[in-house]
C-alpha cells in the first residue's frame, strides 16, 4: 500500500532573494535577472551584478529577452560594490570569476552559492553575422530558462 500523500507533488523550497552573477553584467546574469523576475519577482528579490561590469547594457541581451516578453533591467550593467542589497539567500555565479568572488564575499554569510556553468555567446564563432550571433543568445536564453525552472520551479507554478 502507497503511503497517504505520496503523490503529492512538491514545490522547490525559493529563497527570499537571489544574486546572478558574471563578469561584465551584461549577457549572462542580465538575462538570468530578467527571466527569474518574471517568473518569480512578486515571490523572490532579484538582482545582478558583474565582477568588471561593462560600461553599457547589451544590445543582443536586450532583443532576444523582449522577444520572449522578458524585460531587460532599466539600470544597466552594475558590479558588486553598486548593489542596493548586499545580503543575499542565494548567490548563483555564471562564470568561474563570479562564483570565486561569490565565494569570497560569503566566507562569514549563511549565503548559498552555487555554479551554473553556461555558454557565452560571446565566445561562440559567428564571423561577426548577426543572426549567428542572435541565435547564441537565444540559446543561452533558452538554457537559463531551463536551469531557472529546474531550480525554481517550471513556469506553471510560478503563481501559485
Known amino acids: 500500500m502507497a503511503k497517504q500523500g505520496a503523490n503529492v507533488e512538491r514545490k522547490p523550497v525559493l529563497p527570499g532573494s537571489v544574486l546572478f552573477a558574471c563578469n561584465l ?4 546574469s542580465a538575462m538570468a535577472e530578467a527571466i ?10 532579484v538582482d545582478s551584478a558583474g565582477v568588471a561590469p561593462a560600461e553599457e547594457p547589451d544590445p543582443f541581451t536586450a532583443e532576444v529577452l523582449r522577444e520572449e516578453g522578458f524585460a531587460p ?4 550593467p552594475k558590479g558588486f560594490d553598486d548593489l542596493d542589497e548586499t545580503s543575499f539567500d542565494l548567490i548563483v555565479a555564471l562564470t568561474p570569476e563570479a562564483r570565486a568572488r561569490a ?3 560569503t566566507r562569514s554569510s549563511a549565503t548559498d552559492v552555487e555554479y551554473w556553468e553556461v555558454g557565452d555567446p560571446l565566445a561562440a564563432p559567428t564571423g561577426g ?3 549567428r550571433r542572435l541565435a547564441a543568445y537565444r540559446e543561452l536564453r ?4 531551463r536551469y531557472i525552472e529546474n531550480r525554481f ?3 506553471a507554478t510560478a503563481a501559485d
Open 129 to 131: 553575422n548577426r543572426d
Open 103 to 105: 565565494e569570497e564575499l
Open 153 to 155: 520551479g517550471a513556469a
Open 73 to 76: 533591467s532599466a539600470s544597466g
Open 36 to 45: 527569474l523576475k518574471k517568473l518569480y519577482g512578486n515571490r523572490i528579490y
Open 142 to 145: 533558452d538554457t537559463l530558462r
Open 25 to 28: 553584467n551584461t549577457v549572462r
